[in-house]
């Protein structure tokens, strides 16, 4: 059993930057691959980034975001940066035991959200 909690969503203006934050406790921390994703209104949930040993991020955000990861702490981080209206949407925090992997069905734990909206 492993509970995520996601913090750090607000209102940034294009061309901002915000930094995310999710809280993992539960379970050992250091082996579990860790992963956002995020879904807007009416869209579906699509991968944004994540990590182990090695990381991995969505064509979209590679260059502008970057994922993290503090085991002492148990918590991971995704640095945001040039943001664009198009990431305007819930960010959620996941994890799962293996590899890295960008399909959502693949993780077992999920945080509750937190909301990023991007004003142009």
């Known amino acids: 059993q492993v509970q995520l909690v996601e913090s750090g969503g607000g209102l940034v203006q294009a061309g901002g930057s915000l930094r995310l934050s999710c809280a993992a406790s539960g379970r050992t921390f250091s082996n579990y691959v860790m992963a956002w994703f995020r879904q807007a209104p009416g869209k579906e949930r699509e991968f944004v980034a994540a990590?182990?040993?090695?990381?991995l991020y969505a064509d979209s955000v590679k260059g502008r975001f970057t994922i993290s990861r503090d085991n002492t702490r148990k918590t991971i981080y995704l640095q945001m940066n040039s943001l664009k209206p198009e990431d305007a949407a819930v960010y959620y925090c996941?994890?799962?035991?293996?590899?890295?992997?960008?399909?959502?069905?693949?993780?077992?734990?999920w945080g509750q959200g937190t909301k990023v909206n991007v004003s142009s």
């Open positions: 990590i182990q040993w090695t990381t």
């Open positions: 996941a994890a799962k035991i293996g590899l890295t992997d960008r399909r959502g069905a693949e993780y077992n734990y």
